[in-house]
C-alpha cells in the first residue's frame, strides 16, 4: 500500500514561530508551567485541541464571502439548514453560537431537578449544563472502555445491560433523554459501534426515552464503523452517518469539530414541543432562529464543512494521521490509551514518569516537557483538570493521569507528526530526570485553565 497522504495542497500558509530552548525556559516560567497560560504565538506545534482549530477549505473561505447577512430569513441559513436536515433527517435544525449553547438549551427544556441523563461519558460542558439544569448526569460505559491499555474496536459503547438496569432502578419518567457521544470524547476518542447504537435504541424505545446524540465527531465515528464494524465496509460514509442519526430523535453538535470550521453549532431534533420551546430561548440567549448566535458567513461555512468532513479521502488522512503518531510513540515504548482514538494520542503519565508522584503531577511534567523540548503545547487530562481536595485538604486524583496531544483537523501535514514523535521520544529517553510540581495558585473551579505552578525542587 502506497503512503497515505494529505488530501488538499496548500494555498495560504501561516508561519510558525521557532524559539530556542532558553527561550521556552523564559516563556514557561513566565506562564507558571501552564501551558493555558503560554502565548500561542510562542508555540510551534499546538496540539492543546482539535476544537475549532481547523483549517478551512478554499470553498469554505468562497462561502465566507457568499454569505448572506440578512437579519431573518438568511439564504446560508436555509443552505444550513438543508445540509443538516439531509444529513441528520432532523426536522427542527435551530443554530448555536457553539456546541454548550445548544446543550443549554435543551437541558434548560428536559433536565431539572430529579431527572437523570445517561451518557457514555459526558464531556465536561455536557455534564455542567446537566448539572446546572439541576439533574444529574450518568455515565454508563462499557467495562473496556474503562481499561486503557485494552485493545478493542469500540470502547466508546454504552453499557446496554447498565443501562437496561438504570432506567429500571429510577423509572423511565425521570430520564428524559439518554444520549451517547460520538466519538467518546472524554473517554480517549473511542468510537461507538451502530449495533451498539441500535441497541441502545431498542431499550430506549421500548422505555418511551427519546435518544439525543452528541454528535460532535459524527464523521470520525462513522469512519471507524466503515473500518471496524462487520457490513459496514463497502457503504458510503455519508450512509453510515445517516444510520447512525436515523436511531436518534436528536442531536446537539460543536461545528468546532468535525464541521470544520472556527466557530458554529446546533440543535437539531424531530420533537415540535421542545423544538418550540428552543427557539424561544435561543431568541433570548443567542439571537433569531435563521441565525442563533452566528453570522450568515459561518452558517455558510458549516453548511460547506459539513460536506467536506464525510469525504473518504479526508477521514483516511484523518484518522491515520492520529493512528501513525500512536503507532511511532507505541513501538518506542511510550505507554498511550490503546487503540489510538479519532482525534488524539493520550499519553498514560502514570506509565511514563512512575516516579513522580500524582500529588505532584506527572501529567502536568510532561506537558512542560514537551514544550520546552520541542515547543509542543499539550495538556493534562488528570489531577490538574479533575482533581478535586477531600475534607481534610488531601488531594483526591481520578483514575487515569493523562497527557492529550488533540490534533487539528488539515492543518499539520506528516513531518509536523514526524516531529511531534521525535520529540515526545527524546522527552520518554529522558524521562527519569522529569520533576513534578506543586500548585502555587488556583482557582476553586476549573482550576486548569489559570493555576501556577512551580517545579518541585
Ligand atoms: C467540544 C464538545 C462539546 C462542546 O462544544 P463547544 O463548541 O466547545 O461548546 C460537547 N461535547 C463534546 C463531545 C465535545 O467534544
Redesign the pocket.
Known amino acids: 500500500m502506497k503512503t497515505i497522504i494529505e488530501p488538499f495542497k496548500i494555498k495560504s500558509v501561516e508561519p510558525i514561530k521557532f524559539t530556542t530552548e532558553s527561550d521556552r525556559e523564559r516563556i514557561l516560567r513566565k506562564a507558571s508551567y501552564n501551558p493555558f497560560l503560554i502565548p500561542a504565538e510562542d508555540v510551534l506545534i499546538d496540539l492543546l485541541t482539535d ?2 482549530t481547523s483549517a478551512m477549505s478554499a470553498k469554505q473561505w468562497a462561502g465566507i464571502m457568499d454569505g448572506d447577512e440578512s437579519y431573518a430569513g438568511s439564504k446560508s441559513f436555509f443552505r444550513f439548514e438543508k445540509v443538516i436536515r439531509e444529513l441528520t433527517g432532523f426536522k427542527h435544525i435551530i443554530p448555536t ?7 443549554k438549551i435543551l437541558f434548560a427544556i428536559a433536565g431539572g431537578k430529579g431527572n437523570y441523563i445517561p451518557n457514555n461519558t ?5 455534564r455542567a449544563n446537566v448539572e446546572y439544569s439541576g439533574a444529574e448526569a450518568v455515565d454508563i460505559l462499557t467495562a473496556e472502555g474503562k481499561k486503557p491499555d485494552v485493545i478493542a474496536p469500540f470502547k466508546g459503547n454504552m453499557d446496554v445491560g447498565g443501562l437496561k438496569k438504570f432506567i429500571k432502578e429510577k423509572g423511565a419518567e425521570s430520564i428524559p433523554l439518554c444520549f451517547i ?1 460520538v ?4 473517554g480517549g476518542g473511542q468510537p461507538v459501534s451502530m449495533g451498539n447504537i441500535r441497541e441502545v435504541k431498542k431499550v430506549l424505545k421500548s422505555a418511551g426515552i427519546p435518544l439525543f446524540l ?1 454528535a ?2 459524527f464523521a470520525e465515528n462513522a469512519f471507524f464503523i466503515k473500518k471496524r464494524e462487520p457490513g459496514y465496509s463497502r457503504r458510503s460514509l455519508v450512509d453510515i452517518a445517516q444510520e447512525m442519526f436515523s436511531y436518534a430523535d436528536g442531536c ?6 468535525d464541521g470544520l470550521v472556527n ?3 446546533f440543535l437539531a431534533l424531530n420533537d415540535d414541543n421542545i423544538a418550540r420551546q428552543a427557539r424561544n430561548l435561543l431568541i433570548v440567549t443567542e439571537g433569531f432562529p435563521t441565525y442563533g448566535g452566528l453570522a450568515g458567513r459561518d452558517l455558510e461555512a458549516i453548511a460547506q464543512g459539513l460536506e467536506e468532513v464525510l469525504e473518504e479521502h479526508y477521514l483516511t488522512y484523518r484518522i491515520r494521521s492520529v493512528e501513525y503518531l500512536g503507532e511511532k510513540l507505541t513501538s518506542a515504548g511510550v505507554p498511550i490509551v490503546q487503540p489510538p482514538g479519532g482525534h488524539a494520542i493520550y499519553i498514560d503519565a502514570k506509565g511514563f514518569a512512575p516516579h513522580i508522584p500524582v500529588h505532584e503531577y506527572p501529567g502536568q511534567a510532561i506537558v512542560c516537557a514537551l514544550y520546552l523540548a520541542g515547543g509542543i503545547r499539550s495538556v493534562e487530562i488528570g489531577s490538574v483538570m479533575f482533581g478535586k481536595y477531600d475534607s481534610t485538604g488531601k488531594l483526591v486524583s481520578p483514575s487515569m493521569e493523562l497527557v492529550r496531544l488533540a490534533i487539528p483537523r488539515r492543518v499539520y501535514t506528516q513531518s509536523h507528526i514526524d516531529y511531534v514523535a521525535e520529540v515526545v521520544l527524546e522527552v520518554f529517553a529522558n524521562r527519569r530526570r522529569l520533576k513534578g510540581l506543586r500548585i502555587t495558585e488556583e482557582a476553586p473551579v476549573l482550576r486548569h485553565f489559570t493555576a501556577k505552578f512551580k517545579p518541585v525542587s
Open positions: 476544537s475549532g453560537h457553539q456546541g454548550r449553547a445548544a446543550e459526558h464531556f465536561d460542558t455536557t457521544t466519538t467518546n470524547n472524554s452528541d460532535c465527531r446537539t453538535m460543536s461545528a468546532k469539530k466557530m458554529g453549532g
